[in-house]
């Protein structure tokens, strides 16, 4: 399959360059941002609209992986973002071509598409040969009368039988963004984040290993988006047990990251996952072009992201590296749910 062929599945559509999301329609409305047609994905992507994040999502600090497998050891990788690797690095797993869809259906009526990658030893310079892949499972249901919207998203990963190395990492996400307003921008998005604990930043967007209570924000509490403020680009933990976090979470119970609902239109959206952290971005540096395919414009708060994944920089923290170290015979796996439908209230 080629990446300008798209594969449907109930309201969805994929690609399969960067095994993109491309469309959710949620009462008749998208409300994922895009290109219409999948071709304008390989001309730039700049946003990352839709895309599966490898090998790792968020950043690395100094463009590095260090003290992995021993101590001492320096690993460089391309730069891409000031001093930092950004999103698996110049030519992610955003613009490689996936192998797929394979469909499956389930007797409970869902079907799953599944996208296979095979990432290559020093794939943007990332030691390890991976064989990886991702599962979209599309499903129903029915909640206080309205028709639920679901997808799960569910990533798995191991090392090669071919590998020259036995050990790689790793930390997968999804970079949609999503704008369930009427507008072209996400102002007026009504949101409630459970646990408001911040991974505390430092100056270019790396971890200091310390915890703290987001401000402006509190736990459970709505909040909406206005026109500039508030300016999100932060991660949230999921857990603080650091230690407890496997390499694969599935086995963990899903935790609500995000719950969204925009008036204008009805539309509730809620993100939970397996995982240990998510990303919250609203969208401050999206500006793409208008497309010949009829799409338009896109600028700044066009969209938000809810990007669950491990915590950023991981690699490099000796207390959370065990959560982004696979090693041969391990799996990697996680997996993050979508839900979204209608209703007159949040």
């Known amino acids: 399959m080629s990446a300008s062929e798209t594969v449907s599945s109930g309201p969805f559509k ?24 999948p071709a304008e994905y390989a001309k730039s992507n700049p946003a990352y ?10 950043r ?7 003290d992995i497998p021993h101590e001492g050891d320096v690993h460089p990788l391309p730069v891409n973002n000031g001093t930092n690797t950004l999103h698996g690095g110049i030519t992610g797993w955003d613009k490689k071509y996936w192998t797929g869809p394979v469909k ?4 409970d009526g869902s079907e799953s598409l599944v996208y296979s990658y095979k990432s290559p030893h020093l794939d943007e310079k990332f030691p390890g040969t991976l064989d990886v892949t991702v599962r979209y499972t599309v499903r129903s249901e029915v909640k206080d009368g309205a028709d639920v919207s679901i997808l799960e998203i569910e990533y798995e990963a191991e090392i090669a039988a071919d590998s020259p190395e036995d050990w790689a990492v790793l930390s997968l996400t999804n970079h949609s963004y999503f704008n369930i307003g009427d507008g072209s921008t996400i102002e007026g998005t009504q949101v409630t984040i459970p646990d408001n ?12 290993g310390r915890f703290k209570k987001f ?19 932060h991660g949230f933990a999921l857990t603080t047990d650091v230690a407890s976090v496997p390499i694969d979470t599935r086995g963990s119970v899903e935790k609500t990251c995000i719950k969204l609902y925009h008036p204008s239109t009805g539309v509730n959206l809620v993100v939970s996952s397996t995982e240990p952290a998510f990303q919250f971005y609203t969208g401050k540096y999206i500006e793409t072009e208008a497309r010949d395919d009829g799409t338009p414009a896109y600028g700044k708060r066009a969209g938000f992201c809810v990007e669950p994944a491990r915590y950023t920089n991981a690699a490099n923290v000796p207390e959370w590296k065990h959560m982004v170290l696979l ?6 796996g996680s997996r993050t749910t979508w839900k979204a439908w209608k209703s007159s209230s949040f």
């Open 327 to 332: 090693k041969k015979g391990d799996v990697y």
């Open 14 to 37: 994929f690609i399969s360059q960067g095994a993109i999301v491309q469309e959710w329609l949620v009462g008749g409305k998208n409300i994922v941002l895009g290109f219409q047609d």
């Open 49 to 58: 609209f839709g895309a599966t994040i490898g090998r790792v999502a968020n």
């Open 197 to 208: 604990t911040n991974i505390e930043t430092d100056e270019v967007d790396i971890p200091t």
């Open 104 to 107: 499956e259906a389930s007797l």
């Open 215 to 233: 401000p402006g924000i509190e736990s459970g509490v709505p909040f909406e988006l206005g026109a500039e403020d508030p300016d999100i680009d």
């Open 60 to 66: 690395l600090a100094n463009g590095q992986i260090k």
